[in-house]
């Protein structure tokens, strides 16, 4: 019943916005769920934050595509417990591999895979590097403390509109 809740809220956050991204793409550890794969058994149960399916839902629903985009030394483990949740199929594009790179190399490759410019994207992670490193690339970025929620999906989509009307600004003058 929670789910359906934040689905439905998510989705009244989502109809706010005219300028929506065409992709949100997520970390996974402290992002979608809150612990390291690499910590954990492929024999285990994972489960997400508590806002995180609603949110995915809602994205889904309206028609943005999601991807991942996560450093994890174990895209093993990664991919069986997105399957093991049922969301695996979810995402356009799943960048899960062990990088030095701040993510700029998983960014590279969700691009060429999508086609999505930076600009139309919208970033959630843990880790101010990555926020820090993939707002360069003109990525609407969000930094999260404690997993992805209703707030901080509100703050994304009002950055990415704030960003979208100043980008538009600078294309007429």
Same mark, same amino acid.
């Given at each position: 019943m929670e789910e359906e809740r934040v689905k439905e809220e998510a989705l009244q956050i989502i109809g706010v916005f005219q300028a /929506?991204?065409? /992709? %949100? %793409?997520?970390? /996974?550890?402290? *992002?979608l769920w809150?612990?390291?794969? &690499?910590?954990? +058994?492929?024999? #285990?149960?994972p489960c997400l934050y508590p806002h995180a399916m609603g949110i995915l839902k809602a994205l889904k629903d309206k028609g943005i595509n999601i991807a991942i985009a996560s450093r994890s030394p174990t895209p093993d483990i990664a991919k069986t417990f997105l399957d093991k949740l049922g969301i !695996? +199929?979810?995402? %356009?594009a799943q960048e899960i591999f +062990?990088?030095?790179? @701040?993510? *700029? &190399? @998983?960014? !590279?490759?969700? @691009?060429?895979?999508?086609g999505v410019t930076f600009k139309s994207m919208l970033f959630f992670d843990d &880790?101010?590097?990555?926020? #820090?490193? %993939? +707002?360069?690339m003109g990525v609407t970025s969000i930094l999260v403390d404690n997993g992805v929620n209703l707030e901080k999906l509100r703050s994304g989509l009002r950055k990415f509109a704030l960003a979208s009307v100043s980008c538009n600004r600078k294309q007429v003058e």
């Open positions: /929506l991204p065409r /992709l %949100v %793409v997520f970390d /996974l550890d402290y *992002t809150p612990f390291y794969c &690499e910590c954990r +058994s492929k024999r #285990e149960m !695996q +199929s979810m995402f %356009v +062990s990088s030095w790179t @701040h993510k *700029t &190399e @998983h960014f !590279q490759r969700i @691009h060429r895979r999508t &880790e101010g590097r990555n926020i #820090e490193a %993939v +707002s360069k």
